[in-house]
């Protein structure tokens, strides 16, 4: 496992969009907090658990976990999938590498877009409580790689970066949109259970339930991505 891990590294660190993607979610979400601020009206107070994910959003999630598109995607892309899987035949292993990089990717652009958008927001005069950071910290990582782990599975499921990025992005936009406008009067409480839209507000409300609501799909779809890749031709 340590040479798979080595192997992805070396991999990931040897593209500059591993990087660049990532930070420019994290430019995003500082913009936004400097635009909230800007734009704000005279006298505005808010909590830190909730001004950091008012600038923390979805896009800079979306921009975050591109990398770990880029783990299966480039490969399945330039047919170097089959040269890994010979070097290294135990495909769980290697998928668990391929995760493991953009998720330590993923942690490290989520925390520090968190961390300047607190410092925005504490050194403003107008935000309070800066004890709910650790609290905040936790539910936007937790978002973002849960994102990440989304876009990796829907990869691997359909062997395309593009649709890995943006069926994640789709799904959360359109489709649970559509489902809450078409049948949502018909279905009680159905919003309870749109994974995307639950996971935001557990990131921004600290709700545990939508926590529980976007891991257990989530989980599921990755585990189908696993099972494919360890079944399927490279």
């Known amino acids: 496992m340590t040479r798979v891990l080595a192997f992805e590294r070396v991999r990931a660190t040897s593209l500059r969009s591993t990087w660049i993607f990532p930070l420019i979610g994290v430019v995003i979400s500082v913009l936004a907090a400097l635009l909230g601020n800007v734009t704000a009206s005279d006298g505005w107070s808010a909590t830190l658990s909730n001004y950091v994910p008012d600038s923390f959003t979805f896009i800079s999630a979306l921009f975050i976990t591109i990398p770990f ?126 994974p995307l839209l639950n996971g935001q507000k557990w990131m921004s409300t600290g709700e545990v339930r939508g926590a529980i609501v976007m891991l257990v799909p989530t989980l599921v779809v990755a585990l189908v991505a696993l099972v494919k890749f360890e079944r399927n031709d490279a």
């Open 69 to 194: 598109a880029q783990a299966f995607g480039h490969e399945y892309r330039d047919g170097t999938m089959r040269l890994t899987l010979s070097l290294f035949p135990h495909r769980r292993q290697v998928f668990a590498a391929k995760l493991a990089v953009p998720t330590v990717v993923a942690v490290i652009g989520a925390t520090a877009s968190v961390l300047a958008i607190s410092a925005i927001g504490l050194t403003s005069g107008h935000v309070t409580d800066a004890g709910a950071l650790p609290s905040v910290l936790v539910r936007c990582v937790g978002f973002t790689v849960l994102w990440g782990l989304l876009v990796a599975s829907i990869t691997v499921l359909t062997r395309n970066l593009a649709a890995g990025v943006t069926g994640v992005l789709i799904w959360y936009l359109l489709v649970e949109q559509l489902l809450l406008s078409l049948v949502g009067n018909s279905v009680d409480n159905l919003d309870e259970y749109m």
